[in-house]
């Protein structure tokens, strides 16, 4: 079993950014990609961004890149999403996903059936 715990979280204003942290403990040696995804009212939880745990090679949807960033730091077990340049309609609880295993590059792991492990969410508002 892998624990997740989410942080980081608030209110900030459109433009604004925040620094979202996991952290992870129990079986994390075999933890071979984590994830963030979000989930906005009334809507299904989406797909953020993903980063392999070993080699740290990355994967963002198309609506966050250049404005997002996910990092690892493995001596921590903790994966951070770095949100710069938020716009309303990203508020959302965001969830920080791991998965066990893997053979595929990270393109082939960003729906939520691809994720054993899920922390409580953390909530971002962004104003207006």
């Known amino acids: 079993q892998v624990q997740l715990v989410e942080s980081g979280g608030g209110l900030v204003q459109a433009g604004g950014s925040l620094r979202l942290s996991c952290a992870a403990s129990g079986r994390t040696f075999s933890t071979y990609a984590m994830a963030w995804f979000r989930q906005a009212p009334g809507k299904e939880r989406e797909f953020v961004a993903a980063?392999?745990?070993?080699?740290?090679?990355?994967y963002y949807v198309d609506s966050v890149k250049g404005r997002f960033t996910i990092s690892r730091d493995t001596a921590k077990n903790t994966v951070y999403l770095q949100m710069n340049s938020l716009k309303p309609e990203e508020t959302a609880v965001y969830y920080c996903?791991?998965?066990?295993?893997?053979?595929?590059?990270?393109?082939?792991?960003?729906?939520?059936?691809?994720?054993?492990?899920w922390g409580q969410g953390t909530q971002v508002t962004v104003s207006s």
């Open positions: 980063i392999s745990w070993s080699g740290g090679s990355t």
């Open positions: 996903a791991a998965r066990d295993g893997g053979r595929y590059g990270l393109n082939y792991y960003s729906s939520i059936e691809d994720y054993d492990y």
